[in-house]
Nanobody, 117 residues
Framework: QVQLVESGGGLAQPGGSLNLSCAAS????????MGWYRQAPGKRREFVAT???????YYADSVKGRFTVSRNNARTMMTLQMNSLNPQDTAVYYC???????????WGQGTQVPVSS
């Protein structure tokens, strides 16, 4: 089992930046992919970004060029650097990972990111 805890959320100004963190504990050596999802009010949870075991990164079109996902080699910390924020980025952001060998999934509790002036 892997436990995930997000931090770093909070009110951001349009055009501003925010850095989210996700701390992982437990069987971290079994982590395969790690990523971020978000859920805006009244909408379904959607993919934001992911980083694979081999450090390949993938992004939703809506955040490409503005957000950057990274993690440490120990797989105990993942970050999401968010730049040029706009009100459409307002959501609860969730940390996610898949764990080998069963490819089970773990989710964090979420952190709120309102973007407003």
């Amino acid at each position: 089992q892997v436990q995930l805890v997000e931090s770093g959320g909070g009110l951001a100004q349009p055009g501003g930046s925010l850095n989210l963190s996700c701390a992982a504990s437990g069987l971290v050596l079994n982590i395969d992919t790690m990523g971020w999802y978000r859920q805006a009010p009244g909408k379904r949870r959607e993919f934001v970004a992911t980083i694979t075991r081999g450090d390949a990164t993938y992004y939703a079109d809506s955040v490409k060029g503005r957000f950057t996902v990274s993690r440490n080699n120990a797989r105990t910390m993942m970050t999401l650097q968010m730049n040029s924020l706009n009100p459409q980025d307002t959501a609860v952001y969730y940390c996610h990972c898949t764990v080998l060998p069963a490819r089970s999934t773990s989710w964090g509790q979420g952190t709120q990111v309102p973007v407003s002036s």
